[in-house]
């Protein structure tokens, strides 16, 4: 959910351009919801000022709700299988980026494209496959580690209760990120 309102908030130029606004109607202003519903065809370039700033508003609002939903997903990454884990991880960091370099461009995403360079995404990861590393050498166990994909919904209780058992005795919670 974090990586596609994050999506959403990056292409609000591109999309009004294709005559699509995904941001929600009753965040933007009483005047640009009229022009938006009398329009079939309303560009970056007729919008007013006060057009602008209610996209930047909307936009702002957006990314917070999308924080929300990291700090939500990131609680529970350590419950995913360990062959998958990282590259979430990577993902949902890389989005997080994005969101970001929107943020420095103050919101406005009607006339500029947020982006993450080839060399930032390296970083990113890197530092996702490190943490993990380092983790792992400080005896950090994760519950996903010991859960089945497929037998998620048979999962042995008093397994989950000693994965539990084990990852609090041993200091961490399931809750640690990057």
């Known amino acids: 959910m974090a990586m596609q309102l994050t999506n959403i908030a990056r292409d609000v130029g591109e999309d009004l ?40 508003d909307a ?5 917070m709700l999308a924080d929300c939903y990291y700090v939500a997903a990131n609680a529970g990454m350590d419950m995913l299988p360990h062959d998958c884990r990282n590259s979430i991880r990577t993902a949902s960091k890389v989005y997080q980026e ?6 420095k461009n103050n919101y ?12 930032k995404k390296i970083w990113l990861c890197l530092l996702v496959v490190l943490s993990s590393y380092m983790f792992s050498l400080l005896g950090y ?21 000693e994965t539990v058992r084990t990852v609090v005795r041993r200091g961490n919670t399931a809750g640690k990120i990057l």
């Not at 994005?98 to 943020?103: K, L, Q, S, T």
């Not at 166990?141 to 209760?161: C, E, F, H, Y």
């Open 17 to 56: 351009g294709r005559r699509r606004v995904y941001l929600p109607r009753e965040w933007l202003s009483a005047d640009l919801q009229r022009k938006l519903s009398g329009s079939s065809n309303l560009a970056v370039a007729q919008l007013s000022n006060s057009d602008r700033e209610s996209f930047y």
């Open 108 to 119: 406005n995403s009607l006339n500029q494209r947020a982006y993450v360079t080839f060399w």
């Open 98 to 103: 994005i969101g970001n370099e929107v943020r």
């Open 141 to 161: 166990v994760s519950l996903g580690d010991n859960i089945n994909p497929r037998t998620i919904s048979s999962v042995d209780k008093p397994a989950v209760q």
């Open 59 to 63: 936009t702002y609002r957006l990314l």
